[in-house]
């Protein structure tokens, strides 16, 4: 399956199926510094978000056009929840009823969409995936498939994607407890836990705060452009350098990020009995900020790692010029074995 990967500037196209065991990647590309389709909504934005997405597909020579389209977490609500084992309909129903409890918008103007992930029958009880997204923006990205001839077979957001690819991918390192993968988004970011006995998500949460706070702290403090402070995070970031002091300068982002995370931890240890959290794992724009996994790890004394896809993957001429940033495709990858 084709997917369409739309990040808020960044947009990464994927076609992959899962071939014995490994993911086998036919086409991958990815074009950056696109413009903000999802923060501003006017008609060149538009136009131009349409041109880039039609040339890429170009180059790439897609003739198929059906597609996957993955949007981010931070425009989108999402809950993992059991409920009784009802029938679709009244799922919804039920779902609709309590769906203010962590939609902030009227229910008419949502798009909600629900996908059963899990039945626990020792407990005739499911788990439900609720994935809600302003009726407009699914509307504009639908609009979007159709300005660059591309027919959408369904649009999700980034939690449904890597789960997804992480439930045929990965192997836990161990069969109890859990692993909590750290997606970084532009301007969100998403902690996912990754249940090890029953191989899915059983758990997430988004808050805004993404890539875009610590490259404003960077950018603030040294008084740089915004192409610099980039380039600081990715060279630098969080190691020793003499030239620059980027861990003060990057303390209030980071203080931000340990707290939720630590938040998340404890509360996912209350509500599923866990003991231990095994690994976290780094996804998306992670990669951006040198070093922030072993800063991670130092706080919250959890082993930690960017999670890299490439292990999972049948190496192949077509993924060569993208293994460094692979990690960051996990989504798009995911969305592709839908």
């Known amino acids: 399956m084709l997917t369409l990967n739309l990040q808020e500037n960044i947009i990464r196209i994927v076609k992959a199926r899962n071939t014995g065991g490994k993911i086998d990647i036919e086409l991958i590309a990815s074009q950056s510094d696109t413009p903000p389709f999802f923060e501003l909504d006017t008609e060149k934005i538009f136009s131009e978000e349409a041109k880039i997405i039609k040339k890429a597909l170009d180059i790439l020579k897609v003739n198929k056009k059906a597609v996957n389209i993955v949007i981010p977490d931070g425009f989108t609500y999402s809950q993992l929840v059991y409920m ?42 499911l788990l439900v995936l ?16 159709a300005h660059t001839d591309l027919f959408p077979d369904s649009i999700e957001n980034e939690l449904s994607a890597t789960g997804r690819f992480l439930t045929n991918f990965y192997n836990p390192p161990s069969q109890e407890g859990g692993s909590i993968f750290i997606n970084l988004g532009y301007s969100y970011t998403s902690f996912y836990f990754f249940d090890h006995k029953l191989k899915l998500f059983t758990d997430s949460h988004s808050f805004q705060a993404g890539l875009s706070v610590f490259l404003r702290e960077a950018q603030v403090d040294i008084n740089i452009d915004p192409i610099k402070a980039k380039n600081l995070l990715k060279n630098i970031g969080f190691s020793q350098d003499p030239s620059v002091d980027l861990d003060r300068i990057l303390k209030p982002a980071a203080d931000e990020l340990y707290s939720e995370l630590q938040k998340f931890i404890n509360s996912v240890k209350t ?68």
């Not at 724009?285 to 292990?311: N, Q, R």
């Open 130 to 145: 609720i994935v809600a997204a302003p009726q407009n923006l699914i509307e504009k990205v639908q609009n979007l498939a």
């Open 84 to 125: 009784p084992r009802l029938k679709e309909k009244e799922l919804l129903s039920a779902i609709k009823y309590q769906a203010d409890q962590f939609i902030p918008m009227p229910i008419e103007d949502t798009s909600l969409d629900l996908e059963i992930i899990h039945e626990d029958k020792n407990n005739n009880k």
């Open 271 to 338: 509500k599923f009995q866990v003991s231990s959290i095994s690994r976290l794992h780094l996804l998306n724009l992670a990669s951006e900020i040198h070093h922030l996994d072993k800063k991670i790890e130092a706080y919250i004394s959890i082993p930690t790692s960017v999670f890299d896809p490439l292990p999972m993957t049948k190496r192949t001429n077509v993924i060569e010029p993208f293994i460094k940033d692979l990690p960051s495709f996990t989504a798009a990858i995911g969305g592709s074995l839908e």
